[in-house]
DNA sequence: TTTACATGTAATAATATAAGTTACAGGTTG
DNA sequence: CAACCTGTAACTTATATTATTACATGTAAA
């Protein structure tokens, strides 16, 4: 299965007030940009805010940035989100069979191993910021548009 | 959400055949390691099967490894158990508004940022073999036994 | 202070996938 | 043919996601 769009609309969402960022971005404007309903936006949005990524307040129509667009990385994001619980990216079965060499150790194992793995995930995402991604938005929309 | 415990599963498999090579690991015998019911695991044989790594057939009781212990990784059994279609870890919202500057460019930009994360996790397993599962497995075993 | 409008959030339903279970067809061996 | 195993389909249960509706709460302007 995949991970959450949760993610993909939290980059969409954070990329959105950047280069919307002359207007008023309320969730129900995002929502259309994004092809939901509002309801969700605003939950989202209410996870960057929860992460000190955007600034967002009952009552007040619109979010904002919170940090600058260079010190916004994915891994921000897609921990915000909470797409994955911190170091369980990969199930792993529960309840091996204690009376057999391999049920007793293949947790204790492969944990480690896939920590490894999960935090190769994480590092990609880390190197790329929120910055880059709408450089290259606007790079691509330069390009269609010649 | 967490990545389908086919995975570790099937890495539970693998091992057990190479720790019990002596015994006939039929899916009902590997069931009970594992701690589910034998369909599943013939389930997932046969996946393994289908990737080449095991042996299996049907009617003649048991399974047997198809390749060498160091020439299995963990790669080969994330692939193998079809935990994710390629390229597709990260699910992106679908149908964002082609009207707004970001949403007509948003997949195109993150899709190839998103297979640099997939391809650095498909790295990190693809560095770890089987034999080094059994290898900890066996060395786990060994302190325990202390 | 009342009106208009936005956010926060709960509740619900629809959808998708995983995992457990049962059942049985088909292959193999003795 | 009998016993046993694998392959696989069908069904159930459980869980997560996403969409949707509804409404309480907060803010600001008339």
Same mark, same amino acid.
């Given at each position: 299965?995949?991970?959450?769009?949760? !993610?993909?609309?939290? #980059?969409?969402?954070?990329?959105?007030?950047?280069? +919307?960022?002359? &207007?008023? +971005?309320?969730?129900?404007? #995002?929502?259309?940009?994004?092809?939901? +309903?509002? $309801?969700?936006?605003? @939950?989202?949005?209410?996870?960057?805010?929860?992460?000190?990524?955007? +600034?967002?307040?009952?009552?007040? $129509?619109?979010?904002?940035?919170?940090?600058?667009?260079?010190?916004?990385?994915?891994?921000?994001?897609?921990?915000?989100?909470? /797409? /994955?619980?911190?170091?369980?990216? !990969? &199930?792993?079965?529960?309840?091996?069979?204690?009376?057999?060499? /391999? &049920?007793?150790?293949?947790?204790?194992?492969? &944990?480690? #191993?896939?920590?490894?793995?999960?935090?190769?995930? =994480?590092?990609?995402?880390?190197?790329?910021? #929120?910055?880059? /991604?709408? @450089?290259?938005?606007? =790079?691509?929309?330069? !390009?269609?548009?010649?």
């Amino acid at each position: 299965m995949s991970i959450s769009t949760r !993610f993909s609309v939290g #980059i969409h969402i954070l990329s959105l007030l950047e280069v +919307n960022k002359e &207007g008023v +971005n309320t969730s129900e404007f #995002i929502a259309k940009s994004v092809n939901t +309903n509002p $309801a969700l936006i605003r @939950k989202i949005t209410g996870m960057l805010r929860n992460a000190g990524l955007v +600034n967002v307040r009952p009552g007040i $129509a619109g979010a904002t940035l919170a940090k600058e667009l260079s010190d916004i990385t994915l891994l921000d994001v897609y921990q915000a989100v909470n /797409v /994955v619980q911190d170091k369980e990216l !990969f &199930g792993i079965h529960e309840q091996p069979n204690p009376a057999c060499t /391999v &049920g007793r150790n293949i947790q204790d194992t492969i &944990g480690p #191993i896939f920590s490894v793995a999960e935090l190769a995930l =994480e590092k990609a995402l880390g190197v790329v910021t #929120i910055e880059d /991604v709408v @450089k290259d938005i606007l =790079e691509k929309e330069k !390009f269609n548009n010649q």
